[in-house]
T-cell receptor, first 114, second 112 residues
Framework: EPEVTQTPSHQVTQMGQEVILRCVPI?????FYWYRQILGQKVEFLVS????????KSEIFDDQFSVERPDGSNFTLKIRSTKLEDSAMYFC????????????FGEGSRLTVL | DQQVKQNSPSLSVQEGRISILNCDYT??????FLWYKKYPAEGPTFLIS?????DKNEDGRFTVFLNKSAKHLSLHIVPSQPGDSAVYFC???????????FGTGTRLKVLA
């Protein structure tokens, strides 16, 4: 069964460093997402991406964040200068043409900012 | 701005009994609702959805009920099984957007 894959599974970084989280969505899917979950809290929407551009973004997704789909398969989230509060599990998701809203999530990338 | 709320952080139910998970929303523009299940160290997986034109949707042991006037939805699991133990998130979206807002989750524990 096709799945969304994410790398790395865990990244530890120093505050102020740049981080890139990578995702390979399901190949025929059209919408791509990044969500994050701070430990024990809700799953928060960051950004949606469609047709090679940002479709919607939340107030969390400020100038420190960017997304890119550089080669038609990878979908990346870059955090330019990480802060302690960026420590979270970051989930990539994609939607196809099946059930509306049926997001297919990856297993997540845990980011720890020290 | 907590547009989707799950007021019970946890719930314990005996195997074979009914589990009822609740969710409230504040945004009257929401017209599509979903439930996701999440196991530790995994991403959420889709369970069941309901459109605002319906008040009930059933899929096997899972039934979602929607009360639009109360801005409330619930997920019923009957009968509950130990494998259902997970965190359950409700999510909502509005027509014309592909933005899905998740609640805080309810941890369900089904006791054998």
């Amino acid at each position: 069964e096709p799945e969304v894959t994410q790398t790395p599974s865990h990244q530890v970084t120093q505050m102020g460093q740049e981080v890139i989280l990578r995702c390979v969505p399901i190949s025929n899917h059209l919408y791509f997402y990044w969500y994050r979950q701070i430990l024990g809290q809700k799953v928060e929407f960051l950004v949606s991406f469609y047709n090679n551009e940002i479709s919607e973004k939340s107030e969390i997704f400020d100038d420190q964040f960017s997304v890119e789909r550089p080669d038609g398969s990878n979908f990346t989230l870059k955090i330019r200068s990480t802060k302690l509060e960026d420590s979270a599990m970051y989930f990539c998701a994609s939607i196809g043409q099946g059930i509306p809203g049926e997001l297919f999530f990856g297993e997540g990338s845990r980011l720890t900012v020290l | 701005d907590q547009q989707v709320k799950q007021n019970s952080p946890s719930l314990s139910v005996q195997e074979g009994r009914i589990s009822i998970l609740n969710c409230d929303y504040t945004n009257s523009m929401f017209d599509y609702f979903l439930w996701y299940k999440k196991y530790p160290a995994e991403g959420p997986t889709f369970l069941i959805s309901i459109s605002s034109i319906k008040d009930k949707n059933e899929d096997g042991r899972f039934t979602v009920f929607l009360n639009k006037s109360a801005k409330h939805l619930s997920l019923h699991i009957v009968p509950s099984q130990p494998g259902d133990s997970a965190v359950y998130f409700c999510a909502a979206s509005a027509s014309g957007t592909y933005k899905y807002i998740f609640g805080t989750g309810t941890r369900l524990k089904v006791l054998a």
